[in-house]
């Protein structure tokens, strides 16, 4: 997944491209309930796991 982000953070993509793409390659083409532990997984990266970058600005903002 790490490998992944950083790929397509190389191609200077923003964050919301770059969360459809990761969408993608972890099955949201699959069946419905796939498709709902796969975006879990992903949510939980976004939030919890440091292979992503922490949006710093956007949380600095009240």
Same mark, same amino acid.
């Given at each position: 997944? @790490? ?20 969408? $993608?390659?972890?099955? @949201? ?13 992903? *949510?939980?990266?976004?939030?919890? *796991?440091?292979?992503?970058?922490? $949006? ?7």
């Amino acid at each position: 997944m @790490r490998d992944q982000y950083q790929s397509l953070k190389a191609l200077e993509l923003d964050a919301d491209t770059i969360f459809g793409h990761l969408q $993608n390659f972890i099955g @949201r083409q699959s069946e419905p309930s796939r498709q709902a532990a796969a975006l879990a997984v992903l *949510c939980y990266f976004f939030d919890r *796991c440091d292979i992503f970058e922490d $949006n710093t600005a956007a949380k600095a903002d009240p």
